[in-house]
């Protein structure tokens, strides 16, 4: 491996302060990037990984600190000046033109010139080559927007190559793809890797870091823990250092899949064959008092779907829904909120927060609006509310005046939650309440999870990560293919046999039941 | 002092004070105020009367605009609700009636409401985007005035309604009232019930204020049925101050300075928080630029350019992006001084 | 919605039907034996006060009973609108057109193949920059000779007393704006006559009334007299005069242009002191016209409407019996 020689620095950044209003974002930070390897930033969401890339590729100018790239200080004005000194970025939310074609897009400002301008011609075979040396075969002709993701971010390297960079940052590349497509990736990257070029790579995933990473740097509240060669630093030591406190918290929450539900009466919901044409199969779901029921599949398999119709987010054209053995026609949110339905959907800022209010306004939300824009919550309610919230669930800053775009992800996935629990649902539905947030907050949320549901909340709760769902969940629906391939009860369930039986082949449009 | 420099109407009403500033040494009489008639009289009443039409429009301008929607038949409304309410006056047989003053009023009143929520209902319900929904009426509503009116300037003798605009009580003018009672019933509804908070949801994220519960298809609707009323009760004062329905010259361009005074009080054109006092104090700056031309005495052909010119620059100095930038060049120049010195 | 469709179709069938029996007449008319004039008129459309009693004084003076037969079109303030009337008043082979033209340029083209067709052609109120071997006649008015008859007024009466006087302009730009404006300075140059100051009102009572607060709040009580360049801005001014606890027509003088109706009873009650006519009642000389280059008579290229003027008795005694 290359980590084993001593590789030669490209990128060295030295005491990197960076200061916000009020908030030392980061203080004396050090960062060494070396050519031919695979550099791996770890941190819990907030600890300062996005405010280190962003000085490093120009957004943010940094205070204070030196910033050397192959032996020469430099000084970015401008994303465009990190970019002349060779160091290229790829986003999560790919920053290419999808209304141009791939080859323009891999191309741009280095198209080939002819005699009449631009030689589209060669500008294609071009980068068509620069695709092919990344494995990448597609028409260079189509229109970007026509492509996944994970085929964007491989246009998006390309064209970094192009530019000649010699150091490529990918920010959390693998968040939104699926294993196959991490795995063309993760051979993209070995291979520029070979090639001499220093990797800087941001990801939340542990199994990502292990099978990619020849080297660690770990940051934590702004500050440089260490960096570490991977091989040296055990999962459970890097977590360690990441929050900085021993983790044996998941260990209470396991008990909660095997507690027993008392199934004798009405569910809270029992829906009989909902879906929707072209979007989810015809499935049954029901959810017992105090119950957790963890929606487990591969993205796209039809969970988000699924609770989406649920709560009336999209309109279901099949089925039947009845809230505690009553038929209940939910086909808008506000239905699904007058029967104490609550969701909080994957896409936390698209569909979640409202960024510019505050941290008290978002929490008090879901209540005002099921109160009616009349009946304003009095200050001294309100007040209560948020103080209560901000405490049980340890929302950080503890400030309700933060604006809530200012906070990380999980404590933004807090807020979220307190404001569903401050209308006192019978049922909430969380879909993908741990992605993207630091290994605390996901321990907290999980923890207030199980404990919800043991006071006789009912809860739905989907996760890309099966080890969660079979942690807290006492019963799990399979999805695959957008529909319901089964159910399964916990207590006789590990990762393994779920992994296996979403794998199995399902051919019988019938549910195989195996709930105990 | 750093709470007030950074307060978000700081800037706002730098620029307000530094027009009045700039208008007083070229002419001095113009905070002068005297009375006359046991009414008080000068330049600056004459603002606070003549700004309360525009100080109406740009109210409802403002919530429509916090919903990330945008209203251009606010100047086509006011000709509506001035020819329909001089129509009714001008056909009654007693003009001087308080009784039918208030049917004229009120009927105005109403077609502006009818008015703004069929704009609310293009854009709520069947979802044309704003600027092409209110894009209709703005075009189609003077010709309706034009119908109401018959093509002539409709002119009126009626006491009660020439006091709407023209009267004045304990010495001030009854249009800074309705002024007064418009800011305050706006804020009231704003901010004592949760509507205002609702409607910055909606415009901020209206997919995440969906899926929390809030009726984002109303507060819409009701936005636009607001700006109505307001922008028919600001053709009502327009009128009154003229005493005459002029159907191709009422509220016209008004719609351009309502968002400019909404743009100018910091509320974003992109939706979302909304400033009542930031929108008062940008109307009193646009009304004070008005007079500004005339105190300074610009020829008209250059008074267009002129303006444009200081509302750029309010606009750049309220810039939080160029204040950092003049604040970074000052801090680059500033260590400079000592190594000369050296 | 179908519903809706199908009766917007029907109603459109229906006006194309009518529009369609009333060329056939109109055609008829001209063709048949009977001794009608059939006259096409293109108006600009109905945008004002002055444009709406211009249009009445055409209609009137082409009558039947005057001799003629009249084919009406107004352009809604569209030239290819105007255009195409033209074309079909050509195609319809009437023995005259007129046109009120909204904009200068472009007539080359339509007014050659009204000759070609040897259709007289005789344009009013505003002009065109085709040639004028064109068209037969020009009737309209001189925006320049209105302001000097102003500005005469006020160095009749006010010259060697020193007076200050404000204007208030029209829309900046404005043809009618730029040449009162030079007519009146021609008129009081060489007097003591003070202009104070000078701004847009933008011919409308809402601008007139603004401009003027200003003006007063800007110099007391230095102002005599006031020009506006019509009436309706002077009309706005009146209450800001007021206003200012000053009596219009004695603390301020003032003198407009047009003579609406409004205006006119101003000055009949004593607030306005002298109104210089801005006549809308072409319609006579036009049918003079008309008659006369139809019987192959040569006219005038260029015929100028002598606008009135009123003093305040002229007016009390005019008002009764004007027509507009």
């Given at each position: 491996m290359a980590a084993d020689t001593e590789a030669r620095p490209i990128a060295q950044m030295r005491g990197i302060t960076i200061e916000f209003p009020g908030v030392k974002a980061l203080d004396g930070v050090d960062l060494t990037l070396r050519g031919g390897e695979v550099h791996t930033l770890m941190g819990e969401n907030g600890a300062g990984k996005s405010t280190l890339i962003k000085a490093l590729t120009g957004v943010y100018p940094i205070d204070a600190g030196t910033i050397v790239v192959e032996g020469t200080p430099r000084t970015f004005r401008g994303t465009s000046d990190a970019q002349a000194a060779g160091i290229s970025t790829v986003y999560q939310e790919v920053n290419l033109c999808t209304n141009l074609s791939v080859g323009e897009n891999v191309m741009l400002g280095h198209e080939v010139r002819g005699p009449f301008g631009i030689d589209w011609k060669s500008t294609h075979r071009e980068a068509e080559r620069h695709l092919e040396g990344l494995g990448v075969r597609i028409d260079t002709r189509s229109l970007l927007a026509a492509h996944s993701i994970a085929v964007q971010q491989l246009v998006a390297i390309s064209r970094a190559m192009v530019t000649d960079s010699r150091v490529l940052v990918l920010d959390e590349p693998t968040s939104s793809l699926d294993r196959g497509e991490v795995d063309q990736l993760f051979g993209v990257i070995r291979g520029l890797r070979d090639r001499g070029v220093a990797i800087l790579f941001v990801t939340h995933f542990l199994d990502q870091v292990y099978e990619i990473s020849d080297r660690l740097t770990v940051l934590r509240n702004g500050a440089l823990v260490g960096e570490y060669p991977v091989a040296e630093l055990p999962r459970a030591e890097l977590i360690a250092k990441m929050i900085g406190r021993e983790l044996d918290e998941f260990a209470a929450i396991s008990r909660s899949a095997d507690r027993e539900i008392d199934r004798g009466g009405d569910p809270v919901i029992r829906a009989t064959g909902i879906g929707r044409r072209g979007v989810l199969e015809p499935a049954d779901v029901e959810v017992y008092d105090g119950e957790v029921v963890g929606i487990a599949g591969l993205l796209g398999s039809g969970r988000t779907e699924l609770v989406r119709l649920l709560y009336g987010a999209d309109r279901a054209d099949a089925g039947r829904v009845e809230v505690r053995g009553r038929p209940a026609r939910i086909t808008n949110p506000r239905h699904a909120i007058d029967r104490r339905i609550a969701f909080s959907s994957e896409d936390r800022r698209a569909e979640g927060i409202v960024g510019d209010l505050t941290v008290a306004e978002n929490i008090v939300l879901g209540i005002q609006a099921k109160r009616g824009a009349l009946r304003k919550l009095r200050k001294a309610e309100q007040d209560a509310i948020v103080e209560e919230y901000i405490q049980a669930l340890g929302v950080r800053p503890a400030n309700p005046n933060a604006l809530i775009r200012n906070l990380s992800g999980g404590n933004q996935q807090k807020v979220l939650l307190a404001r569903w629990l401050a209308t006192a649902p019978q049922l909430i539905i969380l879909d993908e309440p741990t992605r993207g947030i630091d290994v605390g907050a996901k321990a907290d949320i999980q923890r207030k999870v199980a404990e919800l549901s043991e006071q006789g909340l009912g809860v739905v709760f989907i996760s890309s990560e099966l080890e969660e769902v079979v942690r807290i969940a006492q019963r799990i629906v399979v999805m695959r293919d957008r529909r319901k391939i089964g159910e399964l009860t916990s207590h006789d369930t590990d990762v393994d046999d779920l992994v296996a039986f979403i794998a199995e082949e399902h051919d019988t449009q019938e549910s195989p039941e195996s709930v105990a | 002092m750093k709470k007030i420099l950074r307060h978000r109407m700081f800037w706002p009403v730098i620029a307000l004070l530094a027009l009045i500033v700039l208008n007083t040494i070229a002419r001095p009489s113009f905070i002068s105020i005297t009375v006359q008639n046991g009414q008080l009289y000068g330049a600056l009443i004459d603002i606070l009367r003549n700004s309360a039409p525009l100080m109406l429009v740009s109210l409802g301008m403002m919530i429509v605009i916090a919903t990330r929607g945008i209203d251009l038949s606010v100047g086509a409304i006011m000709a509506v609700s001035g020819a329909v309410a001089l129509t009714i006056i001008a056909d009654s047989p007693s003009p001087d009636d308080l009784g039918t003053v208030l049917v004229a009023i009120l009927v105005g009143v109403l077609v502006s409401l009818l008015l703004g929520i069929w704009n609310g209902f293009l854009v709520a319900v069947v979802g044309v985007q704003p600027i092409i929904a209110t894009l209709v009426l703005m075009l189609a509503g003077r010709g309706v005035a034009l119908l109401i009116t018959g093509g002539f300037i409709t002119t009126i003798n009626s006491a009660p309604y020439k006091f709407m605009a023209q009267g004045y009580v304990i010495g001030l003018p009854f249009a800074f009232f309705v002024s007064i009672a418009a800011i305050v019933i706006v804020a009231l509804i704003e901010r004592r019930t949760a509507l205002g908070v609702l409607t910055e949801a909606v415009g901020i994220n209206p997919e995440a204020s969906r899926l929390a519960g809030v009726r984002a298809r109303g507060i819409i609707w009701g936005a636009y049925a607001a700006s109505g009323v307001l922008a028919g009760f600001a053709g009502i004062l327009y009128t009154s101050n003229i005493m005459a329905a002029d159907a191709n010259a009422a509220g016209l361009y008004i719609e351009l300075y309502a968002i400019l005074a909404v743009v100018l009080g910091g509320t974003s054109l992109a939706g979302g928080k909304f400033t009542v006092a930031g929108t008062v104090v940008g109307v009193f700056t646009i009304e004070t630029l008005r007079s500004t031309i005339l105190f300074l005495g610009v020829p008209s052909a250059v008074a267009p350019l002129f303006l444009a010119i200081v509302v750029v620059i309010v606009v750049l100095v309220q810039s939080q992006r160029l204040r950092g930038a003049v604040a970074k060049l000052a801090q680059a120049l500033r260590p400079k001084k000592p190594e000369v010195a050296r | 919605m179908k519903k809706i469709l199908a009766g917007v179709a029907l109603a459109g069938a229906v006006a194309l039907a009518m529009t369609g029996c009333a060329s056939d007449g109109g055609s008829g008319g001209g063709g048949g034996g009977d001794d009608l004039i059939t006259v096409g008129f293109a108006q600009t459309g109905s945008e004002s006060g002055w444009r709406s009693a211009n249009t009445e004084s055409l209609k009137t003076a082409l009558s039947e009973e005057n001799g003629f037969k009249l084919v009406f079109n107004a352009a809604d303030n569209k030239q290819e609108a105007q255009i195409a009337a033209v074309r079909s008043f050509i195609n319809q082979g009437v023995d005259a057109i007129v046109i009120a033209p909204i904009?200068?340029?472009?007539w080359d083209d339509v007014l050659t193949e009204a000759k070609d067709a040897g259709i007289p052609v005789i344009l009013e109120d505003r002009t065109v920059s085709a040639s004028d071997d064109l068209y037969a006649s020009w009737v309209g008015l001189d925006f320049e000779k209105e302001g000097e008859t102003a500005g005469t007024w006020v160095k009749d009466n006010f010259d060697g007393q020193a007076q200050n006087l404000v204007v208030l302009e029209g829309t900046t730009g404005s043809s009618a704006a730029l040449d009162r404006a030079t007519g009146f300075d021609k008129a009081i140059e060489?007097?003591?006559?003070?202009?104070l100051d000078s701004q847009t009102g933008d011919f409308t009572r809402d601008g007139g009334k603004k401009v003027m607060e200003g003006f007063l709040q800007k110099y007391g009580n230095q102002i005599n007299i006031l020009f506006a360049h019509n009436d309706d801005m002077g009309l706005g001014a009146l209450d800001a005069i007021t206003a200012a606890g000053l009596v219009p027509g004695q603390d301020i003088k003032i003198v407009t242009i047009d003579a609406v109706h409004d205006g006119m009873q101003a000055l009949a009650d004593g607030k306005f002191n002298y109104i210089v006519e801005c006549n809308p009642l072409l319609g006579e000389k036009v049918a003079d016209l008309v008659k006369k280059v139809v019987a192959g008579d040569s006219v005038e290229k260029r015929e100028i409407v002598p606008d009135q003027s009123f003093d305040q008795d002229q007016a009390k005694e005019a008002l009764p019996t004007r027509p507009y």
């Amino acid at each position: 491996m290359a980590a084993d020689t001593e590789a030669r620095p490209i990128a060295q950044m030295r005491g990197i302060t960076i200061e916000f209003p009020g908030v030392k974002a980061l203080d004396g930070v050090d960062l060494t990037l070396r050519g031919g390897e695979v550099h791996t930033l770890m941190g819990e969401n907030g600890a300062g990984k996005s405010t280190l890339i962003k000085a490093l590729t120009g957004v943010y100018p940094i205070d204070a600190g030196t910033i050397v790239v192959e032996g020469t200080p430099r000084t970015f004005r401008g994303t465009s000046d990190a970019q002349a000194a060779g160091i290229s970025t790829v986003y999560q939310e790919v920053n290419l033109c999808t209304n141009l074609s791939v080859g323009e897009n891999v191309m741009l400002g280095h198209e080939v010139r002819g005699p009449f301008g631009i030689d589209w011609k060669s500008t294609h075979r071009e980068a068509e080559r620069h695709l092919e040396g990344l494995g990448v075969r597609i028409d260079t002709r189509s229109l970007l927007a026509a492509h996944s993701i994970a085929v964007q971010q491989l246009v998006a390297i390309s064209r970094a190559m192009v530019t000649d960079s010699r150091v490529l940052v990918l920010d959390e590349p693998t968040s939104s793809l699926d294993r196959g497509e991490v795995d063309q990736l993760f051979g993209v990257i070995r291979g520029l890797r070979d090639r001499g070029v220093a990797i800087l790579f941001v990801t939340h995933f542990l199994d990502q870091v292990y099978e990619i990473s020849d080297r660690l740097t770990v940051l934590r509240n702004g500050a440089l823990v260490g960096e570490y060669p991977v091989a040296e630093l055990p999962r459970a030591e890097l977590i360690a250092k990441m929050i900085g406190r021993e983790l044996d918290e998941f260990a209470a929450i396991s008990r909660s899949a095997d507690r027993e539900i008392d199934r004798g009466g009405d569910p809270v919901i029992r829906a009989t064959g909902i879906g929707r044409r072209g979007v989810l199969e015809p499935a049954d779901v029901e959810v017992y008092d105090g119950e957790v029921v963890g929606i487990a599949g591969l993205l796209g398999s039809g969970r988000t779907e699924l609770v989406r119709l649920l709560y009336g987010a999209d309109r279901a054209d099949a089925g039947r829904v009845e809230v505690r053995g009553r038929p209940a026609r939910i086909t808008n949110p506000r239905h699904a909120i007058d029967r104490r339905i609550a969701f909080s959907s994957e896409d936390r800022r698209a569909e979640g927060i409202v960024g510019d209010l505050t941290v008290a306004e978002n929490i008090v939300l879901g209540i005002q609006a099921k109160r009616g824009a009349l009946r304003k919550l009095r200050k001294a309610e309100q007040d209560a509310i948020v103080e209560e919230y901000i405490q049980a669930l340890g929302v950080r800053p503890a400030n309700p005046n933060a604006l809530i775009r200012n906070l990380s992800g999980g404590n933004q996935q807090k807020v979220l939650l307190a404001r569903w629990l401050a209308t006192a649902p019978q049922l909430i539905i969380l879909d993908e309440p741990t992605r993207g947030i630091d290994v605390g907050a996901k321990a907290d949320i999980q923890r207030k999870v199980a404990e919800l549901s043991e006071q006789g909340l009912g809860v739905v709760f989907i996760s890309s990560e099966l080890e969660e769902v079979v942690r807290i969940a006492q019963r799990i629906v399979v999805m695959r293919d957008r529909r319901k391939i089964g159910e399964l009860t916990s207590h006789d369930t590990d990762v393994d046999d779920l992994v296996a039986f979403i794998a199995e082949e399902h051919d019988t449009q019938e549910s195989p039941e195996s709930v105990a | 002092m750093k709470k007030i420099l950074r307060h978000r109407m700081f800037w706002p009403v730098i620029a307000l004070l530094a027009l009045i500033v700039l208008n007083t040494i070229a002419r001095p009489s113009f905070i002068s105020i005297t009375v006359q008639n046991g009414q008080l009289y000068g330049a600056l009443i004459d603002i606070l009367r003549n700004s309360a039409p525009l100080m109406l429009v740009s109210l409802g301008m403002m919530i429509v605009i916090a919903t990330r929607g945008i209203d251009l038949s606010v100047g086509a409304i006011m000709a509506v609700s001035g020819a329909v309410a001089l129509t009714i006056i001008a056909d009654s047989p007693s003009p001087d009636d308080l009784g039918t003053v208030l049917v004229a009023i009120l009927v105005g009143v109403l077609v502006s409401l009818l008015l703004g929520i069929w704009n609310g209902f293009l854009v709520a319900v069947v979802g044309v985007q704003p600027i092409i929904a209110t894009l209709v009426l703005m075009l189609a509503g003077r010709g309706v005035a034009l119908l109401i009116t018959g093509g002539f300037i409709t002119t009126i003798n009626s006491a009660p309604y020439k006091f709407m605009a023209q009267g004045y009580v304990i010495g001030l003018p009854f249009a800074f009232f309705v002024s007064i009672a418009a800011i305050v019933i706006v804020a009231l509804i704003e901010r004592r019930t949760a509507l205002g908070v609702l409607t910055e949801a909606v415009g901020i994220n209206p997919e995440a204020s969906r899926l929390a519960g809030v009726r984002a298809r109303g507060i819409i609707w009701g936005a636009y049925a607001a700006s109505g009323v307001l922008a028919g009760f600001a053709g009502i004062l327009y009128t009154s101050n003229i005493m005459a329905a002029d159907a191709n010259a009422a509220g016209l361009y008004i719609e351009l300075y309502a968002i400019l005074a909404v743009v100018l009080g910091g509320t974003s054109l992109a939706g979302g928080k909304f400033t009542v006092a930031g929108t008062v104090v940008g109307v009193f700056t646009i009304e004070t630029l008005r007079s500004t031309i005339l105190f300074l005495g610009v020829p008209s052909a250059v008074a267009p350019l002129f303006l444009a010119i200081v509302v750029v620059i309010v606009v750049l100095v309220q810039s939080q992006r160029l204040r950092g930038a003049v604040a970074k060049l000052a801090q680059a120049l500033r260590p400079k001084k000592p190594e000369v010195a050296r | 919605m179908k519903k809706i469709l199908a009766g917007v179709a029907l109603a459109g069938a229906v006006a194309l039907a009518m529009t369609g029996c009333a060329s056939d007449g109109g055609s008829g008319g001209g063709g048949g034996g009977d001794d009608l004039i059939t006259v096409g008129f293109a108006q600009t459309g109905s945008e004002s006060g002055w444009r709406s009693a211009n249009t009445e004084s055409l209609k009137t003076a082409l009558s039947e009973e005057n001799g003629f037969k009249l084919v009406f079109n107004a352009a809604d303030n569209k030239q290819e609108a105007q255009i195409a009337a033209v074309r079909s008043f050509i195609n319809q082979g009437v023995d005259a057109i007129v046109i009120a033209p909204i904009t200068v340029d472009g007539w080359d083209d339509v007014l050659t193949e009204a000759k070609d067709a040897g259709i007289p052609v005789i344009l009013e109120d505003r002009t065109v920059s085709a040639s004028d071997d064109l068209y037969a006649s020009w009737v309209g008015l001189d925006f320049e000779k209105e302001g000097e008859t102003a500005g005469t007024w006020v160095k009749d009466n006010f010259d060697g007393q020193a007076q200050n006087l404000v204007v208030l302009e029209g829309t900046t730009g404005s043809s009618a704006a730029l040449d009162r404006a030079t007519g009146f300075d021609k008129a009081i140059e060489g007097t003591d006559i003070n202009v104070l100051d000078s701004q847009t009102g933008d011919f409308t009572r809402d601008g007139g009334k603004k401009v003027m607060e200003g003006f007063l709040q800007k110099y007391g009580n230095q102002i005599n007299i006031l020009f506006a360049h019509n009436d309706d801005m002077g009309l706005g001014a009146l209450d800001a005069i007021t206003a200012a606890g000053l009596v219009p027509g004695q603390d301020i003088k003032i003198v407009t242009i047009d003579a609406v109706h409004d205006g006119m009873q101003a000055l009949a009650d004593g607030k306005f002191n002298y109104i210089v006519e801005c006549n809308p009642l072409l319609g006579e000389k036009v049918a003079d016209l008309v008659k006369k280059v139809v019987a192959g008579d040569s006219v005038e290229k260029r015929e100028i409407v002598p606008d009135q003027s009123f003093d305040q008795d002229q007016a009390k005694e005019a008002l009764p019996t004007r027509p507009y």
